[in-house]
């Protein structure tokens, strides 16, 4: 959902300008500038993939509201008189996953990130004999649950912790 700006190497008296561009999934764009005739060409690319600004003065790619579809190898070229010069992104798109915790039929804490992309890594406070099941969607997001089992029946507050690259959560229950 956020934007991303791809750099690429800026150089004076920029002759021409490509990125080329192929996601994991659908088929691959580019986008093009051609100086000696002032012009930029598009081909396959969404609305949502364009020059941050002219490309003569920045040849920067940006990504509006990226979404998992944006995932891909990302190439830039460029050409000038000092050379030909290529940068190489791989673009990979994090989605945090939603954090619930409830209490079960039979009073057990339930831990569950929903949809994440990767899938998400649940621990809890006080040591627990949980394994955690795992659930993918066709998007590519998984949602992770985790049943706490208590090894002392006396427990009666836990604290679930979610772990994901795009950040860490925590829930506390008492069931």
């Known amino acids: 959902g ?10 004076s008296n920029i002759t021409m300008v490509t990125w080329k ?25 969404s609305d949502s993939m364009n020059w941050k600004s002219r490309p003569d ?13 944006h995932e891909g190898t990302y190439t830039c070229e460029v050409a000038a008189p000092e050379g030909n010069f290529h940068r190489l ?10 954090l619930t915790l409830y209490c079960d039929d039979q009073g057990n804490p339930v831990c569950k990130a929903a949809a994440g992309k990767p899938a998400a890594q649940i621990s809890w406070v006080l040591e627990s004999n949980s394994t955690p099941s795992e659930e993918g969607h066709d998007n590519g997001t998984v949602t992770v649950f985790s049943k706490f089992t208590a090894y002392d029946n006396k427990v009666t507050n836990t604290t679930c912790i979610v772990s ?4 860490n959560w925590s829930k506390s229950i008492a069931c």
């Open 57 to 69: 003065q920045d040849p920067t790619l940006e990504i509006r509201r990226v979404k998992i579809a």
């Open 89 to 98: 992104y791989h673009l990979t798109v994090l989605v945090p996953p939603r």
């Open 164 to 167: 994901h690259p795009a950040g």
């Open 2 to 11: 956020y934007n991303s700006e791809l750099n690429c190497t800026q150089k």
């Open 21 to 45: 561009i192929n996601p994991k999934a659908g088929g691959h764009c580019s986008l093009g500038y051609r100086a000696d005739w002032n012009k930029t060409n598009r081909t396959n690319c």
